[in-house]
């Protein structure tokens, strides 16, 4: 998926992740996320258009319920996903944590 497509700017930022869709489940991490998706590394198969479940395990050390979309998917390298569902709380740590990472690019 090219940057052109995407209403938020991704960030390099890893957190853990645990997800599962289908008959699957995963751990894995992300390698950038933004507000709308993120790219989730892993050699597991998620197929494009499925809907997962998973959880973020951001720096704060609290995991974070979301569900998504799987948009594209790189074979043995991972998928991205459009998140389709977050709490607000949730939605709100995701906006600090980019945020916070905004910052530390910024003055790197």
Same mark, same amino acid.
């Given at each position: 998926?090219? $940057?052109? /497509?995407?209403?938020?700017?991704? #960030?390099?930022?890893? =957190?853990?992740?645990? !997800?599962?869709?289908?008959?699957?489940?995963?751990?894995?991490?992300? %390698? $950038?996320?933004?507000? @709308? @998706?993120?790219?989730? *590394? %892993? #050699?597991?198969?998620?197929? =494009?258009?499925? %809907?997962?479940?998973? /959880?973020? #395990?951001?720096? *704060?050390?609290? !995991?974070? *319920?979301?569900?998504?979309?799987?948009?594209?998917? #790189?074979?043995? %390298?991972?998928? @991205?996903?459009?998140?389709?569902?977050?709490? $607000?709380? $949730?939605?709100?740590?995701?906006?600090?944590?980019?945020?916070?990472?905004?910052?530390?690019?910024? !003055?790197?």
């Amino acid at each position: 998926m090219t $940057d052109e /497509k995407r209403k938020h700017e991704r #960030l390099p930022v890893v =957190v853990e992740v645990r !997800w599962e869709g289908g008959t699957r489940s995963s751990g894995a991490r992300t %390698t $950038d996320i933004s507000e @709308g @998706g993120c790219f989730v *590394d %892993t #050699l597991a198969h998620a197929p =494009v258009g499925e %809907t997962i479940d998973f /959880k973020l #395990l951001p720096p *704060d050390g609290e !995991w974070m *319920d979301v569900q998504g979309q799987v948009i594209y998917e #790189l074979p043995r %390298t991972g998928f @991205g996903v459009r998140f389709t569902k977050m709490s $607000d709380s $949730d939605r709100e740590r995701l906006k600090a944590l980019l945020s916070e990472q905004q910052d530390h690019d910024r !003055w790197r």
